[in-house]
């Protein structure tokens, strides 16, 4: 028996509105920390105590404060915080991380999937194997190793050993096995060598693997404490992370400037996001195979 | 695909040469460089320049950003610890020692003018410690030298007490009063359920334990005494002093308010706006005061400026402060937490020589003076404890906060030390239980014990280990016995 | 001649590989399989950054020290009630994922733009209104709500994936600073809505006091005293495991999730409505066991993840209190090895969780695969 088509229609018209209702609301409960950051950043701290969001008395000094372009009224001294600065090292290291990263993991992989030799699956498997190694247990003895390479305290310390990636090279292997082996044996009858193959064929295929590796690969070195916290000593080398921490240790109690300070500090990362957002959202496989 | 990896060598590079060109580095004039490990406080500025004034081939600066002993022992195993270990505090002092970080000072001291001779005595143990020597024998020796020295005792608002129509606390104040005056004090905010004034804040745990005639060790530094009867009685009053008399911000309490003001933040501001009656502490809390009293200096002018005709009486008030020594127990002596800021050298550093200078500094006259006038507690020097040296001209009427702070000097007591555990173990395992006891409203004295109990055992059984696994321990241990120390309370034959 | 030519291919071969592999291998070698090797020799001695305690090969001790360590099984049950909260985040996301698996966009562009600018103008009147009658913080969260149905009207669910990633990807220090905040007992947004809700509802309760509290949501069990349970209620466990729900509900395990509903063959529902199902009996029946795979997936990744975790907001928001009890494994390696600088110990706890890592991963896997079959 068919329904009327008009009685379908409303039914699903009803349904979907409720629906966008339910879905809005819920984004509407997501914002609301946010929301709340926004509004006591711009709170004076008398009002800081109160149950309400709006701030009765609007005062952008906050922001001001923290941005060290005027001195903090109670103490007349400007705040300890560079945050411009940490933006600039977050954005510095990660940077650096990705494009090695990228670099070396696409080569590593190039050589795993592309070239037949003797004793590659097991060296591969060795790379496997130490995936399922916490992160953790290699902290302490990295640190170990880069004081006796005496890079503690220095950019290269933060960015070196986090430029090798087993997951990364497991990642792209995996991509470049999805691309025919006709690609390079044309390439390889035309007389192109590894390099060239490399760099003009499997390259440009493997892009798009090799954009959601370096995406990642940002957010979570953007993102890094551990290492960062364990391996910084000059304030001039934090990054974002570390920068808040020592913030908040030293003003938690003043939550209007550590909001206006978390604020700022999220303002890279939600830029970044709406230039990503499409990528994010719609096209990443993270189980690191190929696209379906 | 090779134009974008060059495009991103370049982009790297670029950033690179920014990195490089922010980077600040110092200014090489042929002066040796030297780093101290402290907080910023606004007194060290002047400090630190009237060191590099007085000599001139030294170049001293502060690091603000790596004090807590952590990050000090971290980095210098990495090589690039401070010159000067800036917050040598008794919890530390052994496992600077023990991390091979401390340069021994007894040869050098007399003969440079900071010797031991120069401290009070409670400070004298605080900078020495008992170490087994090359040839076998265990001998005092001394390891650093306070910046500055702080003898604990009560500041309090006496706007908060005049408003509330109680007199001043006596000079000779027992537990019992100084609990019944702090519940006067204090005035509950009833729609928030915080007091909106508290009636006192920042009691010493120490303090505390001390009153009940407890401490952490024995005698000869073999037991944890932390499960008997005396100390099981400081907790449980402590316990009280949260929950029962709320006459000490919770945990939680304190998270209730948010304060106002960068550096020193938290009591000293809640004292200051009149939100705390009575708080412990040392001349370095002035520090905060003072900036708090030309502040309030400021807007009262203001005030009057904007309302010329009003009574004077509602004009906002200016701090005025008062001063009395810590409660003692009825039947026992008075006993406060003495405490120094010290500074150590960092035996690892090249510039070992050069930085006796600066503890020589520590010593001196124009020192002793900047730490006097600036009121950051007590110069190390006791040749420089003078109510006269004391007084800040610019600052009247603070004489009873000095003389305060210069009696309290005898009723200092630091903290017992093994030979065989350092006080960082023990305050690690302390600590678990006191934030226990203070995070839980309804602790019971069964509940207190049994946590003291287990925590003994935990360092006691840090102690056994500790003469198990290391040689030089067991030397140490084997020579405490021979003088007759209490032996330890594990059988050395079941640790492994 | 046939095998000196193959001969010659494959150490040509070698080279390119071993030119292509160098880079790669070293950095592996030294900093991936070295301090693998490094930690775990350091584990079986008494390493150390005190110069004054010789090194030592001391077997088994760290790892038989830990076994009676009370402290390390407290923050292992720590650690595993955190994980508590992992299947509800997946479940929560798997839902989201199938309501916003299909595009949710009306076909006519006109018509859209036409029911996006009606929501935009009620909600710029509704919150006018509002704000004007002196209530502004209704007002706010409304002109979120409202702002957030035009975007879905006028580009479909891919605007409301978008912001229900925000969270997830925002994620770090700031956020987790933002929520420390937000959980003060007396100021923070978490007790000033639910004092609202309370005062609304005529109910005389006491707040949590989150992040200062010991309490837990299983504190009526009778736990050993050691693990200092405070009684049943919300406490800063509660808390950390709302936060964490916040930033992984609509994170990449939505996204994963979406991706595998969509790969779902159409003619699977369309037999089912033949034969009479419901939506519910739909998406138990047919959704489900199709993403079977990617619910192992990601149940793989979060238990991994779960287990190494906490060291963050241990280190941000609560110190590891009150009393330990938001203490993880990971947070307890970081204070061993370098607050306390037992390194030897430290790495020993590291390799005990690696143990655990991954004989879970083990369980899931075998589990999973057979779970997996009899679905298929």
Known sequence: MKKPPSKDLVRRGTGLSLKFLFVSVLCGIMFLPFI???????????????????????????????????????????????????????????????????????????????????????????????????????????????????????????????????????????FMLSIPQSYDEAAEIDGAGHLQIFLDVIMPLARPGMITLAIFTFLGNYRSLMWPLIMIKDAHLRTVPIGLLAFQGEYGTQVELLMSATLICLIPLIMLFIILQKQLVRGINLSGGVKG | MRYFWIGVAAVLAAMSLVAYRITPRLADDGRIPLVWTTDPNPQREPQVAMFNEMYPHLQLRIDPDNTDSTRVTVQSSAGMGPDLIGRVYDAVIQSYHEAGLLM????????????????????????????????????????????????????????????????????????????????????????????????????????????????????????????????????????????????????????????????????NNWFSEGRLGMIWGERWRMISFRRAITEQKRAREIWFAQNPDADPDDAPEILRIGATQIPRMPDRPRYTTAHARSVAINDANPHRKEALYFLQYLASEPYAKLINQGSDSKPPNKKFHELDLFINPDWPGEEAVHAASLEAVQYGRTRRRSMLVTNATINHIFEQVRSRIIASPDMTREMIAAELERAADRVNLHIARNIKRNPRVHTIYDALLAQGAEPIVYNLEDIK | MGMLWTGMRERKHFKAAVGFLCLNIIGFLCFTLGPVLLSLYMSFTNWTLRRSVELQWVGLRNYRELLTDSNFWFFLYNTLYFMLAIPFTVCASLLLANMLVDSMQLKRRALRVRIASIILAIGALNCTFLFLVGRPDPALILAVIYAGAAAGVLWGSVSYRTMLYVPSFASGVATIILWQQIF??????????????????????????????????????????????????????????????????????????????????????????????????????????????????????????????????????????????????????????????????????????????FSLTLVNWKYGNRKMEAAT
Not at chain 2, 199 to 206: E, L, Q
Request: with cysteine.
């Open chain 1, 36 to 174: 709340w950051m926004i509004c006591t950043a711009f709170k004076s701290s008398a009002e800081v105590e109160g149950a309400h969001f709006w701030p009765k008395l609007f005062s952008p000094d906050n922001i001001r404060i923290v941005l060290q372009m005027i001195p903090d009224p109670f103490t007349h001294e400007y705040v300890n915080l560079s945050l411009l600065r940490w933006i600039f090292n977050s954005f510095f290291v990660a940077s650096w991380v990705t494009a090695l990263q990228v670099f070396t993991s696409c080569m590593a992989a190039y050589a795993f999937s592309r070239i037949r030799w003797r004793g590659r699956d097991q060296v591969f498997l060795l790379y496997l194997a130490t995936m399922m190694i916490p992160a953790l247990v290699l902290t302490i003895p990295r640190f170990q190793i880069m004081v006796s390479l005496r890079l503690v305290n220095t950019y290269q310390g933060l960015i070196i050993p986090s430029a090798f990636s087993a997951f990364g090279t497991f990642m792209l292997r995996q």
């Open chain 2, 104 to 267: 021994d000072l007894t040869d050098y001291a007399e003969d440079m003018g900071f010797g031991l001779d120069t401290l009070p005595e409670d400070i004298q143990q605080f900078v020495s410690l008992d170490v087994l020597m090359e040839d076998g024998t265990i001998q005092s020796r001394m390891f650093a030298y306070p910046a500055n020295m702080a003898q604990h005792f009560i500041f309090y608002n006496k706007n908060l007490f005049d408003r509330a129509g109680i007199p001043h606390p006596p000079d000779d104040m027992t537990w019992d009063e100084y609990i019944d005056i702090a519940q006067k004090l204090t005035v509950m905010d009833e729609v928030r359920g915080v007091p909106r004034v508290f009636g006192a804040g920042g009691a010493i745990v120490d303090t505390i334990i001390y009153a009940h005639g407890a401490e952490y060790l024995n005698e000869s530094g073999t037991r944890s005494t932390m499960d008997r009867p005396a100390f099981i009685d400081a907790m449980v009053f402590l316990h009280k002093l949260y929950y029962e008399y709320g006459v000490e911000p919770t945990p939680l309490q304190q998270a209730g308010i948010a304060s106002q003001g960068g550096w020193g933040a938290g009591y």
């Open chain 3, 184 to 357: 003060n007992p007396y100021h923070g947004m978490a007790n000033n809505i639910l004092g609202q809700v309370a005062q609304w509802l005529n109910l005389d309760v006491t707040l949590p006091t989150w992040l200062n509290s010991t309490k837990s949501l299983l504190g009526f069990l009778p736990l050993p005293e050691t693990f200092s349970s405070g009684g049943f209620g919300l406490g800063a466990r509660e808390a950390i495991m709302i936060m964490g729900f916040w930033m992984g509900i609509g994170g990449n395990n939505m996204i994963l999730y979406i991706a595998a509903i969509a790969n779902i063959p159409q003619d699977l529902y369309e037999a089912a409505e033949i034969d009479g199902a419901s939506g519910v009996g739909k998406f138990w029946h047919i959704t489900v066991p199709s993403v079977a795979p990617t619910t192992f997936f990601i149940a793989i990744m979060a238990t991994i993840g779960g287990l190494q975790g906490g060291f963050e907001f241990a280190r941000i928001m609560t110190q590891g209190g009150p009393a330990g009890t938001t203490t993880t494994l990971a947070y307890y390696i970081y204070t061993k090895g370098f607050v306390e600088q037992d390194l030897g110990y430290a790495a020993s706890v590291s390799w005990v969780l690696f143990a655990i890592v």
